[in-house]
């Protein structure tokens, strides 16, 4: 056997799946829009579902934008906004928003992708996230970790002392938050175009 062959593969498929596996954060983003433009393109709206679907879309993308506008990554532990109600607030925006588009697709099978995604990709993101915010804010990270839950919103927002100012130019410069809700909104008009 030579020193070659006891080298992992770092490249190709073997990679891809190895990663896909233990390091599914890194494709969370990818996937997720991946199924938001899929909905897109093959959904055939119903009169009846479109309409939720709109809502918790637009709620998700109205999230999106609050936390956008509130994180400085790496920076500033953000614990104001809606950081003071939930530890993940841009995940909180995804799942309603997946929701959303589920609901304005028309496809009942939809859901079960959602849940699959939501399931395989959301839990170790959540568990990877928090292992860096404590490495990077010791102290502060568990104070507010210990009083504020993943994904279930407080009903009073965390007292952290810190400003809560919204920024719009953080929300564009941080993920181009503002261009993505622009075009989630597209995908919401392209589906209510296919309306009967």
Request: hydrophobic share 45%; net charge positive; aromatic share 16%.
């Amino acid at each position: 056997m030579t020193a070659d062959s006891k080298t992992p593969d770092t490249t190709g498929i073997k990679r891809f799946f190895r990663d896909i596996r233990h390091k599914r954060h890194r494709f969370r983003q990818f996937i997720g829009i991946a199924f938001l433009i899929l909905l897109a393109i093959v959904g055939q709206p119903r009169i009846d579902w479109y309409p939720i679907g709109f809502v918790l879309s637009v709620l998700g993308i109205a999230v999106r934008l609050w936390a956008s506008g509130h994180v400085k990554k790496d920076k500033v532990l953000a614990t104001t906004g809606p950081y003071a109600y939930v530890r993940h607030p841009l995940y909180v925006g995804n799942h309603l928003l997946m929701a959303g588009y589920c609901f304005a697709s028309g496809y009942w099978w939809s859901f079960l992708i959602w849940l699959a995604i939501s399931f395989y990709f959301y839990p170790q993101t959540i568990r990877h996230e928090d292992r860096v915010l404590g490495k990077l804010f010791p102290g502060q990270w568990e104070a507010w970790a210990e009083r504020t839950r993943a994904l279930i919103p407080r009903v009073t927002p965390y007292a952290s002392g810190g400003s809560s100012e919204w920024s719009f130019y953080q929300s564009l410069r941080q993920n181009g938050e503002p261009i993505i809700a622009a075009l989630l909104l597209l995908g919401l008009y392209v589906l209510y175009l296919r309306l009967p």
